[in-house]
């Protein structure tokens, strides 16, 4: 396959959707993965996590490094058999304790008994992170009111609830915590082709900082991280190829070469 | 009354609701309210205009203007009864037709069949003001998942509904269009208090930056206006009053004196 | 000549200068320069201009209009045979007194005369326009400190010294005033290749917001404005031309092509 | 001294300095300063740091906790004598070589000349700090264009200089290198009473972000960190007392009560 990844790039962010490609092999050399973990180790000993969206992907690497460094954590999500093999990995290899909690979090009552069987199970969490997303790849126009409010539902409906029912019961308890929160870097200046989604994770860091300052005083803290492209997913860019019409390449191949410019993220890497 | 305005803005900004109130009296013969309109007339003439929450405040003041400078004006809110008012009054004062369109915006299907209505009556709109909002001033930790979905739903949903909506059939008509948004100032950094509709309305801001860019090429402008304060409604502040338990003036000219450093707006002004 | 704007300006944009030149053929029909002024006649009747980098092209621009709408103005610049052409023309086209005064931005001593002859042969000015800006269009590691300083001198310390200076006489004058200030679109999230230029420009973006703020109480309001790409100064895509050594094409026909998305820019257009 | 902190917060944020003072007491409980390093020992083995303002403050417990993880530090400032001291200190306490390099950050040429020194002695930096800053506290139309010039050189180009100068060598030696820079809270938004001290910040924000981007081909980051107010200064408040007219207190006792909501920093918290 010789047509390099520039040419594709470049055809793509003609329409609109910012990509960073540039010089991507010169860089690699200065920012090489750090694989292992950043902070000592028993870092998160004592502390109860509460991890949406965390059966794959981001969530579930953000899981397994925070029970590496001794957290126990209920990892939520829609597919309970998905949870249950994630919870028996991580569990198996940093030997905490993984609890498996089947919710969707565009259902406040779902994330009400999530976090009383997390509760039960654990503990009250003060670890909270909003990691479950969901996105269409999209021409705006092509859009029903629906597929918006699905969007919408999951990304920003989705955390609220998540916030809202973590954070009265640890205001309850006089207890502090710390609020996760992830966004994209197309949120702020917005971007065509991924609307609902720029809009909905705007809303979150909004929601994010509004909280930072009126939280405060429940000794709760708040921030969001924005990863850029990750390595192990093919889906993401598999849909923008397709609908670009482009999708005549190897994909593992061709997402390998989209990493952002000199690094190369892996899901571990981010917490 | 002797308690001044200070004390009492100042006893709420401590608890994070930012709000400029200085200065008032020695500013205001500087920025003395500019009533008649800043365009010349008919500069709206031929243009078929749909605002939402169009029968009271705001959206009648725009709706007034836009009239007044020879626009055809669809006025859209849940209210039937005092948009025909608003109507025939609007009409009367400037000669142009003003349609009453009853629909609330959290409905897809009613926002279709008020774009239907609008074409029907005068044309397909090529000016869209996205002016419905709802808000809830309270502490979040005491709102429910429900409450925080309400002010999603009207504010980003249902201006995302008449996006999608309008924008589509302007696109299959080849007609540009524009687009307003009405936010809020305390959007982008995030506020205390308001922090539904902080990220509903910065979740609109970014809708708008992105269809800047995407639906620039069909001929649409997309922008939007967080006017402050305006006189006219006594409602938000009172509420506002109420939760911090200070409610013991007399709003109406509690009100007078909130106006924004050195301005006086009046619905009139902003567009 | 065959090859088309897309791939210059692809060419470009991987190399992180941001450019959108996406269907500008297509969206033209619908963003047709408006070149008659969009305010009524006489609106800046009394009123006072004072305009710096107004020999030539935007300022020449917006001292024009100001001039054809009523007011009488001061142009500045360096350059006093270009402000004497540029004084005589517009004043004869609006029947306007229009002082070309000479002057160096960079030096508080020549501002404070400058306002000082504004003066004497006008008044005391009330709307005050930082246009005047320099720009060097070149990767960093080539500029010298000397050539950085230049920028930050002439975009950043220019605009607060004739900020400082007409400000202060407007405070003990107790006389509102406007400010109007010219950056860039790529103020905020930065630019390679402009750096000098960026970070001048959202010095000048904060000293704005600032002083809206600040000087609120005196009766003053500040602005800025980001103009995109105009099409009479083919100097800046020239130079940016020969920086990606792709200069191989008519500059005139190539700058007619990249004008931003959907619009047509003219001077006369911006204020 | 019976009069609360809140009173005195509150006067000066009617003046339009932004303070958050809110629950001090109430939530330091939940934010103790954690004052042992957060990374592994070892961490900065085998790496050159070089430190503008590293003689005092925040530079000097950003060279300590640098030092003490295992890199060569040099510092640089104007004043030798409190160079020597600190370097002869943080040397003993941590058995790395630390250097004291006098020079003045707005002179190009004696910064090449720090930047040569350090070289000689230690090896080129790859971890650069610009942290050397300077700020005016005061009504802005009480400022010369004299003191704007001042605090623009420091901040701003002081940055520009020092990044340049190593940035080049960086290129050149093809080794990649991290650069952080001190910003301020409120630069983004601007500020009254530190507007020529929030328009430099600011340009170095953009400066950082537009680095980031452009040399990221060469494997350099660039990162900003705008910490709040530190415990151990007592100058920067007490000039804002002065200006305020408030200087009726124990100061040492009012910064105590300063903290930013719910957090004390120290200095070495923050690298």
Known sequence: MKKSVYSITTFISKRGFHLASCNMQKTTKFFEPCIKPMLPPGTFKDRIAFITGGGTGLGKGMAS?????GAQVAIVSRKLDVLENTAEEISKSSGQKVVPIAADVRDPEAIKKAVDDCENKLGLPSIIINNAAGNFISP????????WKTIIDIVLNGTAYVTLETGKRLIKANQGGVFLALTATYCTQGSSFVVPSAAAKTGVEVLTKSLASEWAQYGMRFNCIAPGPIETKVRLWKEMLMITN???YDSSNFVQKLKPPGRSFRTYQLF
Do not use: V, W
Request: net charge positive.
């Open 246 to 248: 482009l999708f005549k």
């Open 65 to 69: 490094m925070l029970a590496s460094l």
């Open 140 to 147: 705006t126009e092509r859009l029903s009111p629906n597929a």
